[in-house]
Each structure stands twice: as C-alpha cells, then as structure tokens.
C-alpha cells in the first residue's frame, strides 16, 4: 500500500484522514467544564478525530464481572491451594511433578547463553 504525499507550504493537505475515517472514536461528551465547553470540545474532536482501537477486530474474551454469581457453587474458594477446605496444590494440572536437575537446567541455559560457555558446561556434564 502506498501512501499519499503533501505538497510544499500552501499546497500541503492532510494524508492522514483516509486511515483516520477507517476506524475512529467516537465523539464523547465532556462533563465537568463550564457552560458551553462540550460544544467546544465536540467540535474540536470531530475536526481531529483520534485513531480507532487495534483490538477491535479480535474476538471479545467472556469475562465475568466480579459481582457475577459463582459458576462453582459446591466449590471451595479455598481449593488448589495448600490452606482450607478444598483440594490443595495437587490439583494444579501444569505443575512439575519432580524438579528439574543440573542437567536440565544447563539445557535450558545453553540455549539463552551467547557465548557458548553453557554449551560446553553441558556437554561436559553428560560425558
């Protein structure tokens, strides 16, 4: 996609009003100022208007509002943790069931390491 280009001093125009009309916000009303301020400021937002939100094209996530009723009522609010009524830590599906020895954690060094020194520290370890 090419851009349009302005011309010098008096024949400059704006190029940027093509994007702009895509995807804007919307006039908002201003609350708050004295009397005759939001038709000032309503004008001024409509002659620039402000870029529209990039994430408006994605898919909206299914939030629940923190007054919401529970969707686990027999549910402890305790459970996955170690403290309470409910099941604790063990629940965590993600959680390593051993931990990691030397040899795995140099693994995953070597790979961050841009002098190589991890590398050779690993190799020499799995001799």
């Known amino acids: 996609m090419v851009s349009e280009v302005s011309g010098p001093a008096e024949q400059s125009k ?8 895509q995807s804007t916000q919307p006039v908002r009303a201003y609350t708050g ?3 005759g301020n939001n038709k ?19 898919p909206k996530m299914n939030s629940i509002g923190l ?3 529970t969707e ?3 549910e ?10 409910g099941g604790g830590s063990e629940l965590m599906m993600d959680r390593p ?13 070597a790979m961050f390491d841009d002098t190589g020194e991890a590398e050779l520290i690993y190799q020499s370890f799995n001799r």
């Open 40 to 58: 000032d400021m309503r004008t001024r937002q409509g002659a620039a208007p402000m870029a529209g939100s990039p994430f408006d094209s994605l």
């Open 14 to 21: 704006r190029t940027d009003l093509g994007v702009l009309k």
């Open 76 to 85: 402890p609010g305790t459970a996955g943790i170690d403290i309470g009524p």
């Open 67 to 69: 007054d919401a009723p």
């Open 33 to 35: 100022g004295e009397y």
């Open 97 to 109: 069931t051993s931990k990691p020895g030397l040899a795995n954690t140099l693994q995953k060094l």
């Open 72 to 74: 686990r009522p027999d």
